[in-house]
């Protein structure tokens, strides 16, 4: 915390090479609750002549420090509350430092805390400045020998990156377990976890033909949820041998589960910590989209030991590097584990909701930001998901061929360097002989670029003629726009079948025009695969867009359709509020030919029977119409409920529950048959068959779907059967946090009483950030009839929470902050007290670097 004067910008700009590199670096830790000696002897040389040596730290004590063997007294060098200074050293020397910290009071999660009786490190992006004296930055790359003291019989596992190279018992009864990665790598990535756990083992046969041991800890009791998570650690593997020809390189893999943790992950070279949210599963207490989470982000860190890890980042201002690029591979990964269509529609939702909002708000930033003054500030949807849309793109230009040419030019150039945006770049250029400068744009111009298409049929030549524009609007941090690549996977579509064509159009200029000639037949143009991230306008005619949605032969572009559908007909409500929202004739029979023969893809169907929901909606509109989005939405699903109650019922009917199984095709089954069940309770007399579906569900995602339809339609039976799931699983803190969120997103006020009371049981922490996130990140993202009161209640909660969590953990403050800050794009009563919390929070004496930089921004 400081106080809350002008805090300065670090920039882009400003970056200088490291005056002092660390080749190798021992480190020692004799690991107490209260009180952990941290002992590192360090190689030294000096890069620029006649520089200090100017190290990083924070909330350490310092106990000694000797270079070359001598001893430094204080008057040797300068010991400020953040940096430790020495001038006058030798161009090679060996610097030995001692300091102390206090692990149990570390309730930032950052650097070596102590929480859950387990020792953990969290060091991305600069926590080991909290941990010991270093240059704590990404291109300082050290090669790490650790080796760790404690008594086995309260921390059973002592872990660190690399090998393990020695298991020591020491006299007074404790032990001392050493571990060397051969692999330079920067400070971020080093870990070291300490804790009883429960382990499998396992191993994988690399392509040629090394065995890997693979470990996975989890809590104690938890041992049989970690299988799947195991399982899927060994498909990633081969994919990425198959896919990109990258074999792991250390003899053992680890992945740690811990409860309390900031991310969802953490790549750590050969030592993943991870959230144990993303880890523990098993059928009953599982969801279908947990698999899908646990083997997505399983996949995520481990493809980071070659985009990452091997190969890392400059500074911080290049994280999309990394960041972006294995967001990227995890997407592919999980295509080809699963239903593409399905995943491409998820990661789509995310860019339309949270990413779109980041690029219209205070936060506004290219995923190569320029300047900040918390750098965990920068772990943003821009970052990560439109980091992932450029590098997608790069490949819808190359081909997946070339794509994987430049890939491995990259990685070939650059093992064991920290590099560039422009680097990534560079390669795919070189590999391709493509000039991609244009292209380069995309790194540092922030924004939604906004794409008009019309179209234009000559029947008398048989030609199209496409006309399209791109315009960028200035945002927050950015005036000036320039005209950006923009690669279009279109589809010609007619309605009588005459015309079926799939072209790629590669936008360059402001305005351009495309002709396509014979042409027999006038079509719509179809937006395939999202394939660039942009706003596409296009003026559709109703019976266009169900055209698109019956016909089209890919599948996303089938429920974009849908989307766009229900965007006008809300739209519409908007600008004329008082014409009645009916449904078409054409509408209900497209509806209902699903429902009566849904498409072979289950879960495609079920994407096609939904709405989109309040936030891809408000994301339209400049100014939010908060209460017309809402009830448009409430009287769109009531009338779908009652004019195809008859089909909702049949189609339910005919998905009979089968023993569960995570197959895509199970999964789509159980997601068309929840979709129905969902529309069944917005009817008279539903609870029983809720209870019953509840009642006989024999895995996780049928349950949740019966709780959440129960709340859907407000039924009183929700209590009941609520009680029920917290008595049943009361012990196990995984499945209690879908309890927190159910109650969260509850859309009466009765949610206020709720949450108070859910503060007080027993498995809630402050200290935690998953609680937190389980309770208030549900009330503030998915409950907008509360959250969005016109009386300001849901804001006035939700900046009370983010005061408190700043001063127990920064990070989940900055986090939960983000609902609070579009404060702009409200009207009225609502934008006033937005504005008045962000005043009141800005106005506190201390405020974190992580919550003062968002609020500041907001207030601009």
């Known amino acids: 915390m400081s106080s809350n004067s ?313 994280l999309s590097l990394k960041e972006g690029l294995t967001v990227f591979r995890d997407q592919e990964f999980s295509a080809d584990m699963g239903s593409a269509t399905l995943n491409r529609i998820d990661a789509v939702k995310l860019i339309r909701t949270a990413q779109f909002a980041e690029d219209a708000g205070p936060m506004a930033h290219p995923i190569r930001p320029e300047q900040v003054i918390e750098m965990n500030n920068f772990y943003t949807v821009t970052v990560y998901d439109k980091g992932a849309e450029v590098i997608r793109m790069l490949q819808t230009l190359l081909g997946q061929a070339g794509f994987n040419q430049g890939l491995a030019l990259y990685l070939q150039r650059h093992d064991g360097q920290a590099v560039t945006c422009d680097d990534f770049v560079l390669a795919m250029q070189d590999a391709n002989h493509i000039d991609l400068t244009q292209f380069r744009l995309w790194y540092s111009q922030s924004g939604t670029p906004q794409v008009s298409l019309i179209q234009h049929y000559d029947a008398s030549s048989a030609t199209l003629t496409l006309n399209i524009k791109q315009c960028t609007t200035a945002t927050a941090d950015q005036q000036t726009k320039h005209a950006l690549v923009i690669p279009l996977q279109i589809q010609l579509l007619s309605v009588d079948g005459r015309v079926n064509q799939q072209h790629l159009l590669t936008l360059s200029q402001y305005a351009e025009h495309v002709t396509f000639t014979n042409i027999n037949s006038e079509p719509v143009v179809v937006w395939e695969n999202f394939s660039a991230p942009v706003k596409m306008q296009q003026n559709y005619q109703p019976a266009q867009l169900l055209l698109i949605a019956a016909q089209a032969d890919n599948g996303f572009a089938r429920w974009d359709a849908m989307q766009q559908f229900w965007s006008a007909v809300i739209s519409d409500k908007v600008n004329h509020p008082e014409r009645a929202l009916t449904l078409s004739d054409a509408l209900l029979a497209l509806l209902r030919g699903w429902l009566e023969q849904p498409l072979s893809d289950l879960a495609l169907t079920a994407e096609l029977l939904t709405l989109p929901d309040f936030d891809t909606l408000a994301e339209q509109y400049s100014l939010i119409p908060v209460d017309t989005i809402l009830s448009s939405l409430a009287t769109i699903k009531q009338q779908l409920a009652e004019q195809l109650a008859e089909h909702w019922l049949l189609c339910y009917q005919s998905l009979k529950p089968l023993p569960y199984h995570y197959t895509e095709q199970a999964t789509g089954q159980r997601a068309l048959r929840n979709r ?185």
């Open 676 to 860: 129905c069940l969902a529309y069944l309770s917005l009817l008279e007399q539903s609870s029983n068959r809720l209870q019953q579906h509840y009642i006989q569900s024999d895995n996780m995602t049928d349950t949740m779907a019966a709780l959440t339809a129960a709340q859907l339609g407000s039924h009183t039976c929700l209590n009941e059967l609520a009680d029920d799931f917290a008595s049943k699983w009361q012990q196990d803190v995984q499945v209690m946090d879908k309890y927190f969120s159910l109650l969260a997103s509850n859309p009466s006020p009765q949610v206020f009483i709720d949450i108070t009371e859910l503060t007080n049981h027993p498995l809630f922490s402050w200290k935690n950030p998953n609680r937190v996130r389980a309770l208030f990140g549900a009330f503030s993202m998915r409950n907008p009839a509360q959250f969005h009161r016109e009386d300001g209640a849901g804001y006035r909660s939700l900046a009370e929470v983010v005061t408190r969590m700043d001063g127990i953990n920064p990070q989940v403050a900055a986090r939960l902050i983000t609902p609070l800050l579009a404060w702009q794009r409200f009207a009225g009563e609502r934008r006033e007290h937005l504005l008045q919390q962000l005043q009141l929070l800005a106005a506190k004496p201390t405020l974190s670097n992580d919550l003062y930089e968002k609020i500041t921004k907001s207030l601009l």
């Open 6 to 318: 002008a805090r300065t910008s670090r920039r882009l700009v400003d970056y200088q090479q490291p005056d002092f590199l660390i080749p190798q670096i021992e480190l020692t830790f004799d690991l107490g609750p209260d009180s952990t000696t941290v002992k590192a002897l360090m190689q030294v040389k000096q890069q620029t002549a006649g520089a200090d040596l100017v190290l990083d730290g924070q909330q350490l004590n310092l106990s000694y420090i000797a270079l070359n063997g001598v001893e430094l007294t204080p008057d040797d060098y300068q010991l400020s509350a953040d940096q430790l200074i020495i001038a006058k050293v030798p161009v090679e020397f060996t610097l030995e430092i001692i300091t102390e910290i206090n692990p149990a009071a570390n309730s930032a999660l950052e650097g070596l805390y102590l929480a859950n009786n387990v020792f953990c490190t969290q060091c991305e992006a600069e926590g080991f400045r909290r941990i010991m004296f270093y240059p704590d930055r990404p291109d300082v790359l050290s090669v790490y020998t650790t080796h760790i003291i404690a008594d086995q019989n309260k921390y059973r596992y002592l872990l660190a990156n690399g090998n393990n190279t020695a298991t020591e018992p020491l006299a007074d009864g404790r032990t001392r377990v050493s571990w060397h990665d051969p692999f330079a790598k920067p400070c971020y990535l080093f870990a070291l976890v300490a804790g009883n756990f429960d382990c499998i083992n396992d191993n994988f046969i690399t392509h040629s033909g090394r065995t890997i041991a693979l470990q996975l800890f989890v809590d104690k009791g938890q041992q049989h949820k970690a299988n799947f998570a195991m399982a899927a650690l060994k498909r990633a593997m081969r994919w990425d041998e198959t896919r990109y020809n990258l074999e792991y390189d250390l003899d053992v893999y680890m992945v740690v589960a811990v409860d309390f943790f900031n991310m969802g992950a953490m790549e750590n070279k050969g030592l993943n910590v991870f959230n144990s949210k993303y880890v523990l599963a098993d059928d009953s207490t599982a969801t279908d989209k947990d698999y899908f989470n646990i083997e997505s982000i399983i996949g995520h860190e481990y493809f980071h030991n070659w985009t990452g890890n091997r190969v890392t980042c400059r500074d911080w201002f290049q």
